[in-house]
């Protein structure tokens, strides 16, 4: 019995220890507990996470020749759609350009992705997406430079850029009058993909 009891409390002790040491961990890495158990969770990208982000990377390659996205900002068009439209749409950004060259952010939500727009002479310049955060690895964070290859073939250009101190690949793909350039922080980690007219 009182064997019993003490297994019980040893139990309950490393469990609560465990706890506060997930809590901890999220206060001071900046990562909130679900955070850090949800990218425990989706480091492992299985057969079925490949086919959606797949899915997802095909999703592009017909919008882009009307220099559109798929989803939620299939209604904007570079070159065409205004910042007044945008956020008639999307409501303010929730971080707003400081220049001509920043961007209107979108931050991904629930089961939305993240997008940002440049705009020129208040017309969109460029749009980017940034994915989801949740179940990434089912979205661009699936999308590996292998698969990009193997399903589009050979890019226009891949080109080496810098983003501070990190080096980033850009592999472009023109799609008529657009060109469409995925960014890479590595060849399995898709950061962003751009759209926007074609030399531009």
Known sequence: MKTQKSI????????????LAVGTLGVTS??????????????????????????????????????QFPGNASAF????????????AFGKPDQAMKDSDGFDVYHAEMGNPGYAFNYKLTKIREMRYMGTSVERQT??????????LK?????TSTTTIKNGKLKQTKVTYVRGAYQLEFIFNSSTELDHINLREKGV
């Not at 679900?34 to 299985?46: I, N």
């Not at 068009?77 to 008639?88: F, I, L, S």
Request: charged share 15%; proline share 4%.
């Open 8 to 19: 019980k409390q040893m139990i309950c002790t490393a469990t609560l220890t465990g706890v």
């Open 30 to 67: 900046g990562i909130s507990p679900v955070q850090t158990a949800s990218a425990a969770t989706t480091s492992k990208v299985t057969a079925s996470d490949s086919q959606m982000a797949l899915k997802t990377l095909n999703s592009f390659y017909k919008p882009a020749l009307k220099g």
């Open 77 to 88: 068009t570079v070159g065409k759609t205004t910042r007044n439209e945008v956020v008639k």
């Open 139 to 148: 979205n661009i964070g699936g999308i590996t430079m292998k698969m990009l």
């Open 151 to 155: 399903n589009w073939y050979t890019p």
